[in-house]
């Protein structure tokens, strides 16, 4: 971590920030430490862990709202410590890691981390990448709430939200990477409402997403693919002409 001078929030920022509580889990003392030191002084509340064990005792006590996750720890490495968090939670994670290959960063994000940054890293950058990646989960249109059920079900499908699996009528299995569920969430959270590729890309990407992003397409025709979607005449995640997409099917919930 570079040593990049502590940026202050002003009071009132401080004020609105301080509900919000991050967990750090690295086994790096001193880096845990500086994190921990630095993320307070710039309004959230924050508790370290040092390895799976305790991170699970800090979740179980706490109420989480971000975890920074380092990938390289004792025991249970970052990916487990994901990919198992993701079993009963969607409390997001942004990954650390010392490694540079690619593979790792992809793999991480399909275990489902929210974002990934490798070491060593501008403190001012984990603090940008927090703050996108909140936003981000907030990012709901005002008069739409996430559904509440465990199980979703929609066309001929049924998407369970605890394992994260696309569940057909016939039985069949599908299993989503962690970008396919956020992005078919978001869809099931709003159906039968229009959703612009700005609000696809502010609900996914955060609001550093560049402006004329079409990655929000190609995830779309992933998606739809997914689905059995006929990408010529979609009946499940339509195209609305010059105004985005949207999810043209009833969503029920089951128990």
Known sequence: MSNEPNCYLSTQSYESMTEIHLLVVDDDTELRN???????????????????????K???DNAIDLIVLDLMLPNEDGLVLCRNLRVHSNIPVIMLTAKGDETDRIIGLEMGADDYLPKPFNPRELLARI???????????????????RYLKFAHWQL????????????????LSGSEYR???????????ILSREQL??????????PFDRSIDVQISRL????????????????????????AVEVGLTP
């Open 34 to 56: 500086l994190l921990g030191d630095y993320l307070r002084k710039n309004g959230y509340q924050v508790s370290l862990a040092a390895d799976g064990s305790s991170m699970r």
């Open 58 to 60: 800090a979740l179980a």
């Open 131 to 149: 703050k996108s990646v909140l936003r981000r989960a907030q990012a709901l249109p005002d008069t739409q709430e996430p559904k509440s059920s």
């Open 160 to 175: 369970d939200t605890v394992t994260r699996n696309l569940v057909a009528e016939s039985g069949l299995v599908v299993a």
């Open 183 to 193: 992005l078919l969430k978001i869809f099931l959270d709003h159906a039968n409402r």
């Open 201 to 210: 890309l502010d609900m996914t990407q955060g609001k550093d997403a560049e």
């Open 224 to 247: 739809r693919h997914r689905l059995g979607d006929d990408a010529k005449e979609p009946t499940i995640i339509k195209t609305v002409r010059s105004e985005g997409y949207i999810m």
